[in-house]
């Protein structure tokens, strides 16, 4: 029998045992690095199903849900403004009225407009009978009797206290018919509007913010006494819904702390500008100083 020496035999052994150790920390390792892979891709699944509310909902309600939302979208898409939109103030007088009339007639229509003609005071009493005629007219706007603004502080030397009276048209038109308004737009008894071109600018806006549309004088002069950044009631102006509303609410107040100004328009401007809104200049509506 052949005899192994000892430390072969040692050697033997260790080396056998080294193997079986590497072999050991091979397993293990491809065992850990299959665990963490594993590990991983549930969490990867889990957070991409699971986490996301907007793919969750999706995959419990695939294809109707979808449906459903373009549906409610499309029928709830505003229509596009139309003249049954907007409402008219028209700043008249007694004295004027009833020679200016006839430019309303020129521009106004009947079916399709919303409006009212405010006067300072009624017609004299042997036109009674010709006012309430004007009233249910098919040619012209309804008449409105303005209220007593005689509680106001006028200053201006130069001015007339009227305008105090004619700058409460956008709050008293407001209040006289508010339903489905999109607009008001103010303008005086010689103001001649295009309703069609009128209802394709104000397209452009959006009727829900705060916008305060009308353009400057075409007079030098004008522009340098009062402002450029003011919209000239000559030309017409318009004011959004949400703004109205909002002047509607303060409008008596803020002419309270303007008994300086001169006319209707800058106490409008004064009251816009309390409220941070700016004038949207569209050329549109002119202005023209004879």
Known sequence: MKIIPQDHVITFIWAETESARNNFRRVLLRIMITFIFFFCLVY???????LNPSLNSTQQKPLHIRFNQEKYTIQKTPEKTQLQHIVFGIGSSRATWKYRKEYVKLWWKPDKMRGF??????????????????????????????????????????????????????????????????????????????????????????????????????TH????????????????????????????????????KYPNLYGSDDRIQACMAELGVPLTKEIGFHQVFF
């Not at 990867?44 to 699971?50: A, E, G, R, T, V």
């Not at 603004?149 to 009227?162: A, C, E, L, P, Q």
């Not at 008894?189 to 069609?196: A, L, M, N, Q, Y």
């Not at 003011?230 to 102006?237: D, V």
Request: contains cysteine.
């Open 117 to 218: 003609v405010w006067l300072d005071k009624p017609m004299e009493s042997k036109n009674q009978s010709n006012m309430s005629n004007h009233n249910v007219t098919i040619s012209l706007p309804r008449i409105k009797i303005s209220s007593d603004v005689s509680r106001f502080r006028y200053t201006n030397k130069k001015g007339d206290r009227s305008g105090i009276r004619i700058s409460r048209v956008l709050s008293e038109t407001l209040r006289a018919d508010s339903e489905n308004v999109r607009w008001l737009v103010m303008g005086d008894d010689d103001t001649f509007f295009v309703p069609e071109n009128l209802v394709r600018v104000l397209r452009k806006y959006d009727d829900n913010q705060f916008y305060y549309i009308g353009s400057v004088s075409e």
């Open 221 to 256: 002069w004008q522009n340098h006494e009062f402002s450029y950044n003011m919209a000239y009631g000559g030309g017409g102006f318009a004011v959004s819904y949400p703004l109205a509303k909002a002047i509607e609410k303060m409008q008596d107040k803020c002419l309270h």
């Open 44 to 50: 990867f699944f889990y957070s991409l199903f699971c």
